[in-house]
């Protein structure tokens, strides 16, 4: 590798980033990048996307080691092509040597009478209420017979109402719509005063530290790819981490796989009598809580941003979504394939027979997953400096309107990393078998290679902390 195949000059898309997060504009000039101008190729600019949002993750992983220990801030030099096979992890991860495909067969689009539809069915609730508002029967046919029989039932009736009938019986579809106006915030930050000195309002220790998270707890309420992203990245950075679910909302141990490394799993329902007490005693000692559940959707256990942050001095409260926090649909579940069909890429996307078409990764997840790693870490930087606490929100609408709105393809470099994905892969033994995965991109000198160890089973680990 020569010096003229890395990135010198401050790349337009992480300056945008970097700014969005209130960093400061001269440290972007910190962050090169290896290219790999063939990885995740796509009309729209997803390479600009994905490297960005790992390069001010990294970045800001550096500002909190400089901070804590009192140096100078590493620099750091992300390589394209781990970024390529990160965005992908879920599709590279080996179990004991097999693959399998992070798509149910119910999950795709479909012709309707007027247009598309992109339904999502990978659970089995979300599965059933689609057939079930379809008025379809799930008796028992083989997965071809019922795409057949879904498929002959869409094509009869309008996309819109689709999606609202679905909508409204609980299960996942959205009309493909073109792209439109609209515009969302890439990320809302804001300090929050008061309570300084209490023990979830500490400022970390400081002293000589590779790891800007180490002695950081965080409380993790997220499923599915982003939420877990950003916590799985605190993680590899030192916090320790406590994945919090419902215990009859089990989750796919295959995705548990990809995204539990460098975190703990246990299961709580504020439902009950005597959990909630237990939850609020991690809480009292927590630096962070990144909720992933839809906007409102856990206020009635007492988890409203603003009742934690009263509660909590100190605490950082970080909040993603799919559909951003107004208008209409900001209390409407949603998963990254939806986003896309619902905010116009599928149309971009588009295949020569006018079939709507995907990004090369679940790309707004994992961007979105790395861009709130990156706000969480700065605001501890902040927290250091005046002791308060944050409210952060993130949303896949927001980053797709990035991706749409802001970012531009560029030139492809002459000098380039060659793109093999299994460069960037390791293997280690796990309660799930034998797990052949990809590593953190994320990278800044001194920093770590790997995580200190593998996933735990889903929902197997104490409510307490290390």
Known sequence: MTKDSVTQDIDAATAHAWSALGGAPESARLVTYVPAPDVLPSRLPVRQLARASVGVCSLAAAELVARRSGGRMPPVRVHEAAVGAAFVSERLLRIDGRTWSPFAPLSSFWPTADGWVRTHANY???????????GIPDDGDDDGALRERLAQELRTCPARWVQETVYEAGGLAVAVAEPGPGRWPLIESRPVTGGEGTASGRRLPEGDTSLPAQGVRVLDLTRVIAGPVATRTLGLLGADVLRVDPPLLPEDPKAHADTGFGKRSTRLDLGDPADPAVFDGLLDSADVVVLGYRADSLDRYGLAPDTLSARHPGLIVARL??????????ERRGFDSLVQAAKGIA??????????GVLPAQ????????LLAAAVLRALTGRQCDGAGRQLRLS???TASWLMRDLRPEPASDRAEENDPEVWMAETASPYGRLRYVRSPVDYEGGPGDWAGPPSMWGTDPARWL
């Open 124 to 134: 089995p609730h979300h599965r059933a209420r689609l057939l079930s508002a379809l």
């Open 321 to 330: 979504d799919a559909w951003g926090w107004t208008g209409p649909w900001r």
């Open 396 to 398: 896949l609408a927001g």
């Open 347 to 356: 149309l971009v996307e588009r295949g020569a027979d006018g079939r709507p």
């Open 363 to 370: 790309a707004l997840d994992h961007s979105t997953g790395y």
